[in-house]
């Protein structure tokens, strides 16, 4: 069997889905628009229109898990990198709205740039666990309404698997149209390629955000498939115990659900959490903490339940430098959401509480994830790892290596490749200048970028892409 | 000290909003000294919440706690003190709000807490302010200093927009601006040419004091 992790129990899982249940049907989300209102109350929610707020039954949350699709793919523009959901391994995506960046040439810390997304896209392109691609940070040499845009464009010609970004404005969406018609040629194949997805953060506690409500409702109508990724924090923005607050965000993402599947029945929905716990002392939001990635397994729990694929924020850390507690947290971060099956585990590549965005942290951390992968492959028991008859033909003494199912197995799944990790002896190492697991991505992300790109667009249709991404710059 | 004086700073250090409130309805009442009720009794508990924070005994809800109870004091006190016969002098005007599009003020919040627990008299236009707003309100209260804050990458932009702003109607030299949140740094602070950064309430008081004079 695989390795697993969990930690509620069924009736554990009942208990946290009946209080989400009282949040929605007593307590109520506001969803600030009135037209929006209207739709919650006419498919049965009790509404109190001066504060804005929709108590929300439990007919209607069944209701919306009933028509929310199960399984789905999300398209790449190559489509050798299409992503099938549910999946059977935790695949790897970038953490986006990030700030700053690490110069991969002198390692200064400076606030992010579209280039820098460009290479966080080239990077990415080459982590084979790397499904879906957030671009990373908020490039802060465009104009300032145009910055999710132009870094989802840039991933675009630089990166040929799925991508994923916010929409905050339903101003922006004829631009993204006109990307993906761009790639795809017709809103038909939009929807049915699905190479693009949303993430859409409710607004903790228990609140929508009108604009990024709207847009989102737009994109639900085109079949954009939708993250819902709430991000209480314990004992600031949600309740200070774990149990709660996963209650709480659960609710949230139930009545972000059931939002999506009114105003389109049938938008494909990935079940999400960013939710974690504060510094006590200073408030500032934690990640690489183990209460944060226990929120996240419990949540990875909840989606399945549901029968809804998951993607959650993981691979986190709270380290302003790549090092040893980047690593420590990172690990500590990602093996609990690998072992419990989480579909997409989100936050590669990042620092500082996903602040920061380091090249060479991207290859760490596929490499940190490749390990628990591997931890959750567990020990297969199959006639095809039987080796009883290898130890009858050894004996006693011996040794095992000229055994044809010892060459053929160590070629196959059973043992990992790593690509960072230092296994040389003590003089070989030396001999090779004494590297480490931060040297040697660096060199591999500065191959990376001098290299030319494995999956590059057909140039007419970069070209139609940077012609868009000019005109967003022009109306800023 | 008078009993009623350690029962003020302890209604404050221990963030007891009600009890606060009442004691300074019955200071009122009693016609006791304004400047001793604050010296000696809520200022010492909002004093001693800084300090034990300070020390790591006190953490982030026990000084909203104990901000909030400073002002729940103060609304009932602030008609008195503001009178001339109270003693006390007003540290100065503050204006704070959280920029537009950005709905997240809880540290916001409790800067503002502070530093009228400080001293300073504090209007919070909450979150979500356009700019335009925000320099209107400044005019018509006269205010010493401008605090914007933004939580998100995205709105961040805000605090440069209104560096703009202020200068394009000839207003930057008229007040202070400092800004604050969490994606917020020293380095862009510089950046935009605000005048100061504090990445926690109680470093905010000390810039504000740097600050207004």
């Known amino acids: 069997m695989k390795m697993n992790g969990q930690v509620f129990s069924p009736a554990e899982q009942d208990l946290v889905h009946k209080k989400s249940m009282d949040i929605l049907e007593n307590v109520g989300i506001a969803f600030p628009d009135e037209g929006t209102l209207s739709l919650l109350e006419k498919n049965g929610a009790s ?16 209701h919306a898990l009933a028509t929310a699709p199960k399984e789905f793919t999300l398209g790449a523009r190559n489509p050798a990198n299409d992503f099938a959901l549910p999946s059977a391994y935790s695949a790897l995506n970038l953490d986006g709205t990030g700030v700053y960046a690490l110069d991969p040439s002198t390692g200064d810390k400076r606030y992010g740039k579209l280039q820098d997304i460009s290479n966080a896209a080239k990077v990415f392109e080459t982590v084979p666990m790397g499904k879906v691609l957030w671009p990373p940070i908020v490039a802060s040499d465009c104009p300032s309404g145009t910055r999710n845009l132009m870094g989802a464009a840039t ?10 970004d916010e929409v905050k404005d339903v101003k922006e969406i004829p631009f993204l149209m006109g990307l993906l018609t761009a790639i795809l040629g017709s809103e038909k194949s939009i929807r049915e390629r699905k190479i693009y997805s949303v993430t859409y953060c409710t607004v903790a506690p228990l609140m929508h955000d009108k604009d990024m409500m709207l847009a989102n409702m737009e994109l639900a109508k085109l079949q954009v498939p939708i993250l819902v ?94 090092g040893m507690q980047a690593v420590l947290e990172k690990v500590l971060t990602t093996l609990p959401l690998s072992l419990a099956g989480a579909d997409v585990i989100q936050g590669i590549g990042l620092l500082e509480s996903s602040m920061t965005l380091s090249l060479e942290q991207i290859l760490i951390d596929a490499e940190i994830a490749g390990l628990c992968q591997r931890m959750r492959d567990g020990i297969e028991v199959s006639s095809e790892k039987d080796c009883y008859n290898d130890v009858v033909s050894v004996g006693q003494g011996g040794h095992f290596l000229k055994q044809p199912s010892t060459r053929a197995g160590f070629r196959s799944n059973e043992f990992y490749t790593p690509t960072l990790l230092d296994r040389d002896s003590y003089d070989e190492w030396c001999a090779l200048g004494s590297p480490n697991m931060f040297t040697e991505a660096n060199k591999k992300v500065k191959g990376i970028l001098a290299a030319e790109p494995s999956n590059p667009l057909p140039l007419n249709i970069e070209m139609q892409i940077r012609e868009i991404m000019e005109e967003m710059r022009r109306k800023g | ?118 001293g300073y008299e504090v209007t919070d236009l909450g979150p979500d302010v356009p700019n335009e707003t925000i320099l209107s309100k400044a005019d018509e209260l006269q205010v010493d200093l401008i605090g914007l804050s933004a939580l998100l990458t995205t709105t961040m932009e805000e605090q440069r927009n209104m560096i703009e702003l202020m200068n394009s109607q000839n207003q930057r030299l008229k007040y202070k601006f400092i800004v604050g949140g969490a994606p917020v740094t020293h380095t862009w602070a510089d950046v935009i040419s605000a005048d100061g950064y504090a990445d926690d309430a109680i470093s905010a008081v000390c810039l504000v004091d740097s600050l207004v004079e």
């Not at chain 1, 991933?155 to 994923?164: G, L, N, R, T």
């Not at chain 1, 709480?248 to 105003?263: P, Y």
């Not at chain 2, 008078?2 to 003020?8: A, K, R, T, Y």
Request: with cysteine; glycine share 10%.
């Open chain 2, 1 to 118: 000290m008078g009993p009623q004086f350690d029962e003020m700073k302890r209604a404050v250090l221990e963030g007891d909003e009600d009890l606060a409130r009442e004691l300074a309805i019955e200071a009122l009442a009693s016609h006791l000294d304004l400047k001793q009720v604050m010296n000696e009794g809520f200022l010492k508990g909002i004093q001693e919440a800084g300090v034990l924070y300070e020390q790591g005994e006190y953490f982030l809800p026990d000084l909203v706690c104990s901000a909030d109870a400073m002002k729940s004091a103060l609304k009932v006190l602030d008609e008195e003190i503001k009178k001339p016969t109270s003693g006390m002098v007003s540290k100065g005007k503050v204006l704070l709000a959280t920029a537009q599009g950005d709905v997240h003020d809880i540290g916001k919040t409790i800067v503002g807490a502070m530093l009228t627990a400080a």
């Open chain 1, 229 to 322: 990724y709430p991000m209480p924090a314990c004992g600031s923005t949600g309740p200070f115990s774990l149990y709660t607050n996963v209650a709480m965000a659960n609710a949230e993402a139930l009545s972000a659900v059931v939002l999506f599947q009114l105003a389109s029945p049938g938008t494909p929905i990935i079940f999400g959490t960013a939710q974690g716990i504060i510094h006590r002392k200073t408030g500032l939001f934690l990640e690489g903490a183990p209460e944060t990635v226990l929120q996240g397994v419990a949540m990875t729990e909840m989606g399945k339940r549901y029968g809804l694929p998951t993607t959650i924020a993981g691979c986190l850390t709270d380290a302003k430098e790549p």
């Open chain 1, 47 to 62: 509404i109190d229109w001066d504060r804005q707020v929709a108590k929300i039954s439990r007919e209607m949350v069944d």
């Open chain 1, 155 to 164: 991933s675009m010609i630089h990166c040929s698997k799925h991508i994923q």
